[in-house]
C-alpha cells in the first residue's frame, strides 16, 4: 500500500478477500480496486479522490466506497466508465452550496435540466447493497426554490446518461435535490430495489422531486422501487419504449407519470411499450396518468412550450393495489401549457392510444375510475379497463364513473359522463 495525495487512494491489483463468492466467480482475481479514503470534513471535498479512483478502475476494475460518509461538494462528470463494479457501502452527502450549484450544475441534455452527477458508459454494476445513500440536503433546496418550478439550475440528484447495460441496485436515495434520477439517452439498464425519500423530515412533499425520469431511453427496467415523494413516483418522458416498472410501492406523490410530453414544437416523440404491474400505491393523487402539453406553444422549456407531435402506446398498467388514492386512478390531461396553467386542451397533435389497465383494488377518494380529456384533433384510442375493484375511503360504494371526451374504442367499460375540462394539469378539474 503506498500512500498517495490526499484523500488517499489504495490501489490493488489482487483479490481482497471481503468480496462475496459470486463477484470472485464472475471476476476471477485480476479485477484492479480502488477504494476511496474520505476525507471526514465537510470543509474537504471527496470528489477529487473520487474522479481518481474512477479513472484508476473505472474501466475493468471496482470502486469501493466504505462505510463513511463521503463530502460531495462539487459536480461529477463520469460518462466513460466501462465494466465497473461501484461498491457504495456508506453515504454520499451532497453540500449545500447553493450558489455554487446553480452556477455549475452540469447540462442533463433535456428541458433545460441540470445534474449534480452524470455518469455513463458501459457495462456498469452500482451497488449500495440495501444501505449505500445517496443524500442530496433537499430540504434546503425545498426551502430554498419555494414554488418556483423547475428552478433553473436546481440539480436533479443523478443523471444516468449515455449508458448501455447498467444495473443499479440496493440504492437509497434521501432527500435528492430535486428529480432523483434521469435516465437518459441510455439502454438495457436495470434499477432495482430502489429507495426514494424526498419528503421533509416532518413527512410534507416537495415540488419537482420526482422518482426517475426516463428520456430518450429503451429497454429500462425499475424493479421493488419505494418512492416517497410530492411528484411523479416515476416518469416516463419523451422517446422511452420498452420501460417496465414492476413490484414497487409509491407513497403520497402523483403515481406513474406519462409525460409531461409534446412540450417541443414541433418535434416528435413517442411513448411505447410500457409494462406496469404489481404496483402499491399508498396515498398517491394517481395510478397512471397522462400529461401532455397543449397544441399551442407559449413560451420555451422548462416551463413553457407545447406544440409537440407524436404519439404514447401500448401501454398496460396490471394488478394494483390503492390505499387511500387521494384523486382519480386513471387520467389523461392534454392541457398543460405555459406555468402550468390550463390551455385548450383539445388541439393537442400528440396521440394516446393503446391502453389497457386491468386489476385495480383497494381504496380512493374518487368515486372516478378515470378522467379521459383528450385531443379532439388526435383523440385517444383503444382503451380497455377491466377488473375494477375500487372503493370510496370510508364509504360502502364502490367508484364507477367513467368521464371521457374525445376517446374512440373502449373496452371492459362505458363512458357515463363528459369529461371535466379544467384548471388541473394532471386530469379533471
Ligand atoms: C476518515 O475516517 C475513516 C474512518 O475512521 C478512516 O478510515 C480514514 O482514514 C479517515 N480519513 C482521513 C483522511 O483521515
Ligand atoms: C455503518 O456504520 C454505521 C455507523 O458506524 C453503523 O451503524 C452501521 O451498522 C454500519 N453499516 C454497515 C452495513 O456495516
Ligand atoms: C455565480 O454566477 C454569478 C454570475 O452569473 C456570479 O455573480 C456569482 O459570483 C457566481 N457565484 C459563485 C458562487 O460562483
Ligand atoms: C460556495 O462556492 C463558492 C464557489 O462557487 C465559493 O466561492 C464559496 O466560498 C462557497 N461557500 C461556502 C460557504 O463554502
Ligand atoms: C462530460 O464529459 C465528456 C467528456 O468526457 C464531455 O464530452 C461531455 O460534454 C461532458 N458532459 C457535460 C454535461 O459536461
Ligand atoms: C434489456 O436489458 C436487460 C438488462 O436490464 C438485458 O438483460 C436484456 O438483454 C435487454 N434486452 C434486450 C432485448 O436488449
Ligand atoms: C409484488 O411487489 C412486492 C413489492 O412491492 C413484492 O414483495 C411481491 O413479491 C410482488 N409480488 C409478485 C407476485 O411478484
Ligand atoms: C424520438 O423518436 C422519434 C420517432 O422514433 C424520432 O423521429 C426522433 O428523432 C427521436 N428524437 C430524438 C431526440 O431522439
Ligand atoms: C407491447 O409492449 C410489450 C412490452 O410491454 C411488448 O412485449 C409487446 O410486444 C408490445 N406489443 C406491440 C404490439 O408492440
Ligand atoms: C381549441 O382547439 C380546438 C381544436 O383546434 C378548436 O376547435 C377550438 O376552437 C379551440 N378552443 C379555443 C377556446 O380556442
Ligand atoms: C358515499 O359516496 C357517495 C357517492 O360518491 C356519496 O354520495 C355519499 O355522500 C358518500 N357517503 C359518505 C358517508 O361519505
Ligand atoms: C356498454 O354499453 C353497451 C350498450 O349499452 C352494453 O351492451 C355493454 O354491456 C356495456 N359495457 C359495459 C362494460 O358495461
Known amino acids: 500500500m503506498v500512500q498517495l495525495s490526499f484523500p488517499v487512494i489504495l490501489f490493488f491489483s489482487l483479490f481482497v478477500p471481503s468480496l462475496s463468492l459470486s463477484d470472485v466467480a464472475r471476476n476471477g482475481d485480476t479485477r484492479s480496486q480502488c477504494i476511496v479514503t474520505p476525507g471526514n470534513s465537510s470543509d474537504i471535498d471527496d470528489v477529487p479522490a473520487i474522479l481518481d479512483a474512477l479513472t484508476t478502475c473505472g474501466t475493468g476494475g471496482r470502486v469501493i466506497f466504505t462505510n463513511n460518509t463521503y463530502h460531495i461538494n462539487s459536480v461529477m462528470n463520469t460518462t466513460w466508465l466501462d465494466d465497473v463494479e461501484i461498491d457504495l457501502q456508506g453515504t454520499l452527502l451532497w453540500s449545500t452550496n447553493i450558489s455554487y450549484w446553480l452556477n455549475h450544475s452540469l447540462p442533463v441534455g433535456y428541458q433545460n435540466q441540470s445534474t449534480a452527477w452524470i455518469l455513463g458508459g458501459t457495462d456498469i454494476v452500482f451497488d449500495g447493497h440495501g444501505y449505500g445513500t445517496f443524500n442530496g440536503s433537499g430540504t434546503t433546496w425545498y426551502k430554498y426554490v419555494g414554488s418556483t418550478s423547475n428552478y433553473p439550475g436546481r440539480p436533479n440528484q443523478l443523471t444516468v446518461s449515455g449508458a448501455k447495460g447498467a444495473v443499479f441496485r440496493g440504492l437509497r436515495f434521501v432527500q435528492s435535490q430535486m428529480w432523483t434520477m434521469s435516465i437518459i439517452h441510455t439502454s438495457n439498464a436495470w434499477f432495482d430495489s430502489i429507495y426514494v425519500n424526498n419528503l421533509y423530515d416532518n413527512g410534507d412533499s416537495a ?191 364502490y367508484a364507477g364513473e367513467y368521464l371521457c371526451g374525445n376517446v374512440e374504442g373502449t373496452v371492459g367499460f362505458n363512458c357515463t359522463g363528459a369529461v371535466c375540462v379544467g384548471s388541473s394539469a394532471t386530469g379533471g378539474c
Open 207 to 397: 415540488q419537482n422531486t420526482d422518482g426517475a425520469n426516463t428520456i430518450y431511453s429503451h429497454n429500462i427496467t425499475f424493479t421493488n422501487w419505494e418512492v416517497l415523494n410530492g411528484d411523479d413516483s416515476i416518469s416516463t418522458k419523451a422517446n422511452s419504449t420498452d420501460i417496465t416498472i414492476a413490484d414497487s410501492t409509491f407513497s403520497s406523490g402523483l403515481g406513474i407519470a406519462i409525460g409531461s410530453i409534446g412540450q417541443y414544437n414541433g418535434a416528435y416523440e413517442t411513448v411505447e411499450h410500457l409494462h406496469i404491474s404489481n404496483i402499491t400505491y399508498e396515498k398517491t393523487t394517481h395510478a397512471v396518468y397522462f400529461k401532455t402539453w397543449t397544441g399551442d406553444q407559449v413560451g420555451y422549456p422548462p416551463n413553457g412550450g407545447g406544440g409537440g407531435l407524436g404519439f404514447a402506446s401500448n401501454i398496460t398498467a396490471t394488478n394494483l393495489k390503492t390505499n387511500n388514492l387521494k384523486g382519480t386512478p386513471f387520467t389523461i390531461s392534454q392541457c398543460t401549457t405555459f406555468s402550468g396553467a390550463s390551455g385548450n386542451c383539445t388541439n393537442s397533435k400528440f396521440q394516446i392510444r393503446d391502453l389497457v389497465f386491468r386489476d385495480i383494488s383497494g381504496t380512493t377518494e374518487s368515486a372516478d375510475v378515470a378522467s379521459f380529456q383528450c385531443s379532439a384533433v388526435a383523440p385517444c384510442e383503444d382503451i380497455t379497463i377491466e377488473k375494477v375493484d375500487l372503493r370510496i375511503t370510508g364509504n360502502t360504494t
